[in-house]
């Protein structure tokens, strides 16, 4: 039996499920909020703070820096970093469900670069020396373009592909890498699953973590190749994923049959909702598609987009709140002044009532990052004009 949700619902759920919705999303920590959203994306960009900190303050709020930190990358091992959406940290006890993966680079022995003659000297400086840095073993580029990756460094992304090396902590924004037989705990390096049982426990903890999902968000969410979305469709049609189908009228034809984590849909989600900046690599927004089918929000990160192309700026990031993506700012900070260079509401938002949800939000994120002062460059003359009042 196939359950019918209006569309209105449906977004609450997700929304509960992601943590932006009722208190339950916030206890815990950011530890507890990793293992909510299975997997939080890594990025090299910064302008308030990396995306996987902005992830947790926006469930979180004010939240200690050096505690997102800890909760991703300390010892002993609570996470560790490796392809799930993207470049993402992953709780440590997912470890076993990443071996589908493991297995295809193992088999492929390419990703990005010819794996190097130099390999299992590369593992032999880890097993002696490790843990270590690129640093420690020649260095992380030939001195070229960023892309330009030296032998030890291809060398050592190889074994942490194939699962020899894992990632569970950072200096700075350098990886440690470390011997996976030492790093990660032995009753989970004993798990020996098959490509199956992974694709199948990921797909559960992927419909946990979205609320409600398409055939499409999941495979989306774990980047699945043909071969492996293959073994979803098996899953999902014998019920192994324990999600159940659910409806979406409303949401567009293609996209209605859904499936849901069963839990999800007990009682009706209500509460306070989150008044935030998202990063565009927050897991509520990073499927673009997605985001337009359950929000009606159409976002596109700029940062590589030539500056003259540029629609809403560089970083902009999308504001949440009511349950709403209501528009975008585009921040950054000089000094203590938490600068939004540009914002913009989406067609239909009244600027005026969307003054004070945008001011709260300018607010908290400039606190969180240290600064006293917000500053509005770029808006809307009405709606810079509310803003102003709202911000001293």
Sequence with gaps: ????????????????????????????????????????????????????????????????????????????????????????????????????????????????????????????????NGPVTTADIGGAKNGGPWWDWSDSKIAIEWLLDTGQVVCTRRVGWRRVYELAERAVPGHLLGEDLSDAECVTRLARLAGRALGVATRADLV???????????????????????????????????????????AALEGSPRGRHRTTLLSPFDSLVWDRARTARVFGFNHRLEAYVPKDKRVHGYFAMPVLAGGRLIGRVDPAREGSTLVARQIGLEPGVDPRKAAGPLAEALREAASWVGCDAVRIDRAEPVLREALLAEIP
Excluded at 18 to 34: D, I, K, T
Excluded at 223 to 250: E, Q
Aim: hydrophobic share 45%; glycine share 6%; with cysteine.
């Design 1 to 128: 039996m196939t359950l019918t949700l209006p569309a209105d619902e449906a977004r609450r759920i997700i929304l509960r499920a992601q943590g932006f919705l009722c208190a339950e999303g916030r206890r815990g920590g950011p530890s507890a909020a990793l293992r909510r959203l299975g997997a939080v994306q890594l990025d090299t960009i910064s302008v308030l703070a990396r995306s996987h900190e902005l992830v947790a303050y926006a469930r979180l709020g004010a939240v200690g820096r050096r505690q997102v930190e800890r909760a991703y990358w300390d010892e002993p091992a609570r996470a560790f970093e490796y392809w799930c959406h993207a470049a993402c940290v992953l709780p440590i006890e997912d470890w076993p469900l990443y071996a589908f993966r493991r297995r295809a680079f193992r088999e492929r022995r390419y990703r990005w670069h010819e794996v190097p003659p130099t390999v299992d000297k590369v593992l032999e400086q880890v097993r002696l």
């Design 220 to 262: 989306d969410f774990l980047r699945l190749n043909a071969s492996h979305a293959a073994l979803l469709d098996a899953a999902l049609l014998d019920g192994g994923t324990g999600l159940v189908p659910v409806r979406v009228p409303g949401w567009p034809e293609r996209s209605a049959s859904a499936w849901a984590d069963p």
